[in-house]
């Protein structure tokens, strides 16, 4: 069983940054491949980025490719997401998840274990 959970989330100006952090539980980190999921209000949750377990294969949505970049510390139990010229459209509750499956994965259903969530909110 992994848990996670995410710090990092806040209130930024639209342009702004910010770097998302997700700590998981247990020492068999780096056996999960981990990925970054958000969901807005009335809408449905959705992917944003993914890595390998070992970091070196990763994947954007369109929507934040260029701007948000998604990495890993193994020794540290740790995923991160980068995220630069925030824009209002990217105000949402943001998710690590943890999947087993090989490579990386850009579907919901695919993960295993969640965290909590942690609240974004960029202001125009």
């Known amino acids: 069983q992994v848990q996670l959970v995410e710090s990092g989330g806040g209130l930024v100006q639209a342009g702004g940054s910010l770097r998302l952090s997700c700590a998981a539980s247990g020492r068999t980190f780096s056996r999960w491949a981990m990925g970054w999921f958000r969901q807005a209000p009335g809408k449905e949750r959705e992917f944003v980025a993914a890595i390998s377990r070992s970091g070196g294969s990763t994947n954007c949505a369109d929507s934040v490719k260029g701007r948000f970049t998604i990495s890993r510390d193994n020794a540290k139990n740790t995923v991160y997401l980068q995220m630069n010229s925030l824009q209002p459209e990217d105000t949402a509750v943001y998710y690590c998840?943890?999947?087993?499956?090989?490579?990386?994965?850009?579907?919901?259903?695919?993960?295993?274990?969640w965290g909590q969530g942690t609240q974004v909110t960029v202001s125009s």
């Open positions: 998840a943890a999947t087993s499956v090989l490579g990386y994965s850009r579907l919901l259903y695919e993960y295993d274990y």
